[in-house]
């Protein structure tokens, strides 16, 4: 079970888009439709955006879109904002109820 | 509003074990995994283990021979353990619930503790 991988950083004006891509594999994102993403801001703990690929929770801007390409999910910020910038991650199902993660993007809002 | 809190000794001496609990409220075990993930300072998050509420466990390939990870139901809580600690150990550990493919966020993480800082000291 290896990382997913991660950009180490993107960077974006307001009002741009930007996307950050996670690479796994065919034993995780490639298999699976459950990837999720996660937004941490400095000193907090994670929060779910997207989940089982391109779903949003209640009360996440529309901003923010999933999707899918064979072993490669994205995470796509459109209308960037201030508020936007923060440490991304991907988390993919990996089969026999495991989980694995990103090595984390950081999001700089120039 | 479901709400986790970790608890546990946040200094641990190398070569002893890291024992943490997480105290689950506002909310039902069941239907549920019951997570460890954990974050080196600076570094990214990574997935330590969980226990189903059915009581079957499961690990991060990485930690498994070290990792035991138990529920006590009527408590509401559920614990981790990790043996033979180094520095490398040193981590923020936060405990969090996933959904099983039942659920509405199957294989999400949907409600996160706000972390516990350990240290391991050589």
């Known amino acids: 079970q290896s990382a997913l991988t991660q950009p180490a950083s993107v960077s974006g004006s307001p009002g741009q888009s930007i996307t950050i891509s996670c690479t796994g594999t065919r034993s995780d994102v490639g298999s699976y439709n459950l990837v999720s993403w996660y937004q941490q801001h400095p000193a907090k703990a994670p929060q779910v955006m997207i989940y089982?690929?391109?779903k949003r929770p209640s009360g996440v801007s529309n901003r923010f879109s999933g999707s899918k390409s064979g072993n490669t999910a994205s995470l796509t910020i459109s209308g960037l904002q201030a508020e936007d910038e923060a440490d991304y991650y991907c988390c993919s199902y990996a089969g026999n109820s495991t989980l694995v993660f990103g090595g984390g993007t950081k999001l700089t809002v120039l | 509003q479901v709400q986790l809190q970790e608890s546990g000794p946040g200094l641990v001496k190398s070569s002893e074990t890291l024992s943490l609990t997480c105290t689950v409220s506002g909310g039902s075990i069941s239907g549920f995994y019951w997570n460890w993930i954990r974050q080196p300072p600076g570094k990214g998050l990574e997935w330590v283990g969980s226990?189903?509420?059915?009581?079957?466990?499961h690990f991060n390939p990485s930690l498994k021979s070290r990792v035991t990870i138990s529920l006590d139901t009527p408590k509401s809580q559920f614990s981790l353990r990790l043996n033979s600690v180094t520095a490398a150990d040193t981590a923020v550990y936060y405990c969090?619930?996933?959904?099983?493919?039942?659920?509405?966020?199957?294989?999400?993480?949907?409600?996160w503790g706000q972390g516990i800082m350990v240290s391991v000291s050589s």
């Open positions: 969090a619930r996933v959904g099983d493919i039942l659920t509405a966020w199957p294989f999400a993480i949907d409600y």
């Open positions: 226990i189903y509420y059915r009581g079957s466990t």
């Open positions: 089982e690929g391109s």
